[in-house]
């Protein structure tokens, strides 16, 4: 325990993001303060808006600096504590950002330091009960408001967020579409999800797609794709939509931005309401989320994958799949086992 590895942002992103955009270094172990922890990550989480982290412009969260290490969440162990609150072997989930070692003070960081619930797995920390699943929760039921019966389109549906907030709509008595690429995450979407449609967007006319899929329209709309995806879905909307806008990842990697839909007009026509949310802004309500996710994931209603790479050399690699379709579920990478 002399070094800490580090993956640095060496470049800001210009299109697809790719290895040279991060420069591995070695630092010395740091040291904890009064008040402090020194944590050793295990498992990192990979999200796409860290591509958006990436880009020095304006956002909900200052843009990583050229030469810093590149922020990620994590859950890590606690090697050395001199905060009463956290003790040696505690495992916490954080910003640990890509590197073994981080010293933090409870509160520090955008997702401050948590201890996991006893017996909840990392893989399940940070996935259904971590940021992507509180997303799911909150998007679906505070921004999209469903009601039982109501049609709930969601596009990324095969993915950490989308298959969860699609799960808690059937689980509200919601008709289900899922839209997601390729026939494996389909099919996984109506065997083991339980979805009533999937729609698989690679297989071409989207528009179509959701036409036959949605025959009365839909009423709630959890966009995590944006661009042509939205557009897509809103020639089908129905009176008094809700669309909730968790993300738009089909632009994350553009040079220039897409265009925007061409029919936001439908929104006016038929009195429906779209919105943003960031989800840090309800990481205040988060034991509410927490509660009824685990519920749901103990008695088998939300299933849901884990995709877990290994070995720190590979996360560079590993943050480029999220943009290629390549996971399967959320998207981990391990680099150490609890002791
Ligand atoms: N608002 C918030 O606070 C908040 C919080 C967390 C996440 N998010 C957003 O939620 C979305 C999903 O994030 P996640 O962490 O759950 O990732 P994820 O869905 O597990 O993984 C990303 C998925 O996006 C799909 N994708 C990639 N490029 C695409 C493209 N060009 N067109 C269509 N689909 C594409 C891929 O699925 P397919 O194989 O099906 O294409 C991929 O597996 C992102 O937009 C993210 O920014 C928002």
């Not at 008040?35 to 020095?56: A, G, H, K």
């Not at 797995?121 to 469903?146: C, H, N, Q, R, W």
């Amino acid at each position: 325990m002399t070094v800490n590895r580090q993956w640095l942002l060496a470049k800001r992103p210009d299109g697809m993001i790719g290895p040279d955009n991060f420069k591995y270094t070695e630092t010395p172990v740091p040291t904890p303060g009064d008040q402090e922890v020194l944590i050793r990550n295990l498992y990192f989480s990979f999200d796409p808006t860290q591509r958006n982290w990436m880009v020095d412009r304006p956002s909900y969260l200052p843009p990583v600096g050229l030469g810093e290490v590149m922020r990620a969440g994590s859950v890590g162990q606690v090697v050395e504590s001199r905060h009463s609150d956290f003790n040696v072997g505690d495992l916490v989930q954080t910003t640990g950002c890509w590197q073994d070692y981080v010293v933090l003070a409870p509160g520090e960081g955008p997702m401050g330091l948590n201890v996991l619930p006893p017996g909840v797995p990392p893989e399940l920390m940070l996935s259904v009960l971590g940021i992507t699943g509180i997303t799911a929760y909150f998007g679906l039921l505070d921004v999209g408001k469903p009601i039982a019966g109501d049609t709930v389109l969601v596009s990324g549906a095969a993915g950490a967020t989308g298959s969860v907030a699609a799960q808690i709509a059937r689980i509200k008595g919601c008709r289900v579409v899922g839209i997601a690429g390729g026939p494996e995450k389909c099919a996984w979407l109506t065997d083991s999800a339980k979805l009533d449609v999937a729609i698989d967007y690679k297989a071409g006319d989207l528009d179509a797609q959701i036409g036959a899929a949605c025959p009365d329209k839909w009423n709630v709309f959890f966009d995590n794709v944006g661009g042509s995806t939205m557009q897509a879905a809103l020639n089908h909307i129905s009176l008094n939509a809700r669309i909730a806008m968790c993300g738009g990842i089909s632009g994350y990697n553009d040079i220039e931005p897409q265009p925007g839909p061409n029919n936001l007009m439908n929104l006016v026509t038929n009195r429906g309401r779209m919105e943003g949310f960031i989800i840090l802004d309800y990481l205040h309500r988060a034991a509410e989320a927490v509660q009824e996710l685990i519920g749901w994931v103990g008695s088998g209603e939300i299933q849901y994958q884990v995709d877990v790479q290994e070995g720190f050399d590979n996360i560079p690699a590993t943050l480029q799949r999220l943009y290629t379709g390549q996971n399967k579920g959320k998207q981990l990478l391990k680099i150490a086992d609890p002791e």
